[in-house]
């Protein structure tokens, strides 16, 4: 079958999915959350696959490794997904013209969703958990990395679909090759949005190639800067949390900036790092703050390209300024609009930073770790969108749909 043979069939199977109700959804993606912990072990075992060719060492190892605590943290996703009201169908205006015409405007579902991304394998559950959900069909293109695990994992989501008497092709894997990557970004008519998720140079090449609508997700340069006025106990625990919770997703700590005044702090805010042999490369002042306060060969010394990088493993960059403008300066020069924090006890400085930080999440006292469609009571998330329009931020049910207007008349003409 080719690569436009399986996406008119996947548009076919769209076009079912408004007259499936949203009861025989939720039971579906309520089945597919128990499917998922019972086919662990064959997922497992696929997945298993797939790491044997990876290096460890790999940034995306962490991100392509599948448990089964793992498992059951994503059937519980799904079943959140199934509980949350429906976005179909919600009436967003309504009004009676003078000439008796009945306007509204209601919710519906984009109808083909194509979904681009890397080594993560649970992606696969969340997309189709999402979209079903939202009215959507989905066309997954995975990259070979993952490759074992995604056809595991379509393989259990069709069964459950054919068990409900519904339409298999409602989720589709493309083949790995680059070829089908093409098709499916010039796919007019046939896939309505493209939501690439993954590395910069994937967002980038998605977004410069597709002729169909795109909505950025992913890349995450995320800084928390830690003010003058900061509370050194909390500092030390929300940095320890935005950099070693999970050093290789997008919403992790990359670059600590601290206020000069603040520097005698530094080795308690990084005093949790070393347990896990976080590489800290810092500026000049911060270095001297450090320098035998910290393990001697987990310490560098920064250059221009240690800040602005994503590094998705355990090391970040530590930035000194001399007040806030510098602060805010530097995360505008660098940031990718994702995630950006502060730590400060000083309530104008506070609202100054939540105003002026350019970002799709904008923290104060927390970590940046929470920015996450299941963290936000989103159930789930298809992505994180860095970009102002249509979306931004943890992209859930009510971003996978669009809206439509309904016209109920008796009669009327338009005059000429």
């Known amino acids: ?7 008119r069939l996947v548009l076919k199977a769209s076009r079912k999915m408004s007259l499936v109700s949203g009861e025989e959804i939720n039971q579906v993606l309520e089945d597919v959350a128990k499917a998922a912990v019972e086919n662990s072990a064959f997922i497992l075992q696929e997945n298993s696959k797939d790491l044997t060719r990876m290096d460890p060492a790999d940034s995306k190892y962490d991100r392509l490794m599948l448990t089964a605590m793992r498992i059951h943290g994503i ?25 008796g015409l009945l306007i509204k405007k209601i919710t519906v579902p984009f109808g083909v969703i194509g979904i681009i991304y890397e080594a993560r394998p ?8 999402l979209c079903l959900k939202s009215g959507n069909a989905c066309v ?29 092709n409602t989720i589709s894997l493309l083949p790995v090759d680059r070829e089908a990557t093409t098709e499916l970004l010039h796919a007019h008519g046939l896939v309505d949005l493209i939501i690439p998720r993954g590395s910069q140079s994937l967002i980038n090449f998605v977004r410069e190639n597709s002729s169909i609508p795109v909505i950025e997700t992913g890349a995450g340069i995320c800084h928390t800067y830690f003010d003058e006025f ?32 603040r520097l005698d702090d530094l ?3 990084t005093g949790l790092l070393p347990q ?31 800040f602005g990088t994503e590094f998705l493993s355990y090391k970040m960059s530590v930035k000194t300024v001399a007040d806030l403008d510098e602060a805010l300066d530097h995360i505008s020069t660098y940031s990718s609009k994702h995630s950006e924090a502060i730590v400060s006890e000083n309530k104008e400085v506070l609202e100054i930073f939540l105003k002026s930080v350019d970002a799709a999440a904008v923290y104060c006292n927390a970590s940046t770790a929470f920015t996450d469609g299941a ?17 931004r931020g943890p992209m859930a049910l009510e971003e996978l749909t669009s809206y439509k207007w309904i016209i109920e008349g008796n009669g009327q003409t338009r005059p000429k």
């Open 1 to 7: 079958m080719t690569v436009k043979e399986q996406l």
């Open 75 to 99: 059937a519980s996703d799904i079943l959140n997904v199934a509980a949350l009201p429906s976005p179909l169908g919600r009436i967003l205006s309504e009004n009676i013209r003078p000439n």
């Open 122 to 129: 649970n992606v696969t559950f969340d997309v189709f958990s």
């Open 140 to 168: 997954l293109k995975g990259g070979s990395d993952a490759n074992d695990s995604n056809v595991a994992i379509v393989k259990v989501i069709k069964e459950v679909l054919r068990k409900h008497g519904l339409d298999e």
């Open 230 to 261: 900061g509370d050194a106990a909390k500092g030390r625990a929300i940095v320890n949390n935005a950099k070693t919770r999970r050093p290789s997703v997008c919403n992790t700590l990359d670059c600590l900036i601290i206020h000069e005044n």
């Open 267 to 269: 080795p308690i805010l």
């Open 276 to 306: 896990s042999n976080v590489v800290i490369y810092a500026d000049h002042k911060a270095f001297q703050a450090l320098h035998g306060k910290y393990p001697e060969n987990l310490l560098e010394k920064a250059t221009e390209e240690s």
């Open 375 to 391: 963290q936000f009571g989103l159930g789930a998330e298809i992505g994180i969108s860095t970009q102002k329009l249509h979306a």
